[in-house]
């Protein structure tokens, strides 16, 4: 296996465990076990775990924007785009399930630990978060886009620690028809609409 | 100090320290330190860091189990019950935005450990949802009280992780308005107006 085979598959191991037991909760000497390498040939690779959850968070930002890139190239409508960003809880709910959202649950550990990582983690919200608005801007929600955007990140994050918690796979498919009904009445003509049955 | 108050502060300084830092960081020497004891007076009252979670955990459950109760005999109407509730994200803010929820991240941490106290920390979670679904019967809403219960639940903890990820206070604000809004909308008064406005 060539240096950069094992730096990758020590990158793909940390983040797996990074993601199934936490940050802290995960040791060098796990992370060596898993790809089976020594000590020395480890070191050779990261010196510090802080490395490792640095190469891990930018490999996470680089494959996020690349599957919201694909989104946005495959599908037209923008509110189709934004269903393909909900049905993530339903893609991942085995995981979820079992170990929540990857991104909600790293950001929170490490505002805990005050880890200098923390802005870095959070910037995947980010990315998350600038892709949506730009969804609703284009459904012709100019002047709310961002305030959407992050309602429906809080109820994707919302849903993922509730079904950590209970486990309730009826419970991810509900809210998720919810988020689809609610998405439906954000569109403009919907709003219309809405105005004139209270008028 | 008698033997049971220095348990008192064991209890309390591990509750904060696990909250603020997470479990799994929190070492029996962060807390030993903190209350200012020995190792050897630190084990006469814990062996283990599991015991005192299991502790920590008990105490956090009588603890909301009177914030409820509390709630529920000072307030008559059903849906002023629930606000203090969704109040929560307003009145915890500055920890919240720091720490995020202390159910929540405690219940994704524990998930992740696998740690065999993970069921009794969603406790804390069905404590609420037991008693948010109540205030719905009461409200008039028996058909779906547990539904609504956990999609308030979800959203709470929604606002919970993206505070801690953002820091932004607008947001929280914003959101438990939101919430305000669609509290007033699932009395059945509300949902028969909406009925007759879409015949």
Request: aromatic share 10%; net charge negative.
């Amino acid at each position: 296996m060539s240096a950069n085979e094992t730096r990758q598959q020590i990158v793909d191991v940390a983040d797996r465990l990074f993601y199934e037991r936490g940050y802290e909760a995960t040791s060098f000497a796990d992370i060596a076990k898993d790809v089976g390498l020594s000590r020395g040939n480890f070191y050779y690779h990261f010196k510090t775990k802080d490395e490792i959850l640095d190469t891990v968070i930018e490999r996470r930002i680089a494959n996020t924007r690349a599957m919201l890139d694909a989104w946005e190239q495959d599908i037209d409508a923008p509110a189709e785009r934004i269903l393909s960003f909900v049905h993530i809880l339903i893609t991942n709910r085995t995981q979820i399930m079992a170990f929540g959202c990857p991104v909600g649950t790293l950001c929170n550990e490490l505002a805990k630990l005050e880890h200098a990582a923390k802005e870095d983690a959070a910037r995947l919200f980010s990315l998350f978060r600038v892709w949506l608005t730009r969804q609703f801007v284009t459904l012709g929600r100019e002047a709310d886009a961002d305030a959407l955007a992050l309602h429906l990140l809080m109820r994707s994050q919302g849903v993922a620690t509730l079904a950590t918690a209970f486990r309730d796979e009826d419970f991810i498919r509900r809210e998720v028809a919810d988020m689809e009904v609610w998405l439906l009445a954000q569109s403009p003509a919907a709003s219309r609409q809405r105005s004139h049955q209270s008028a």
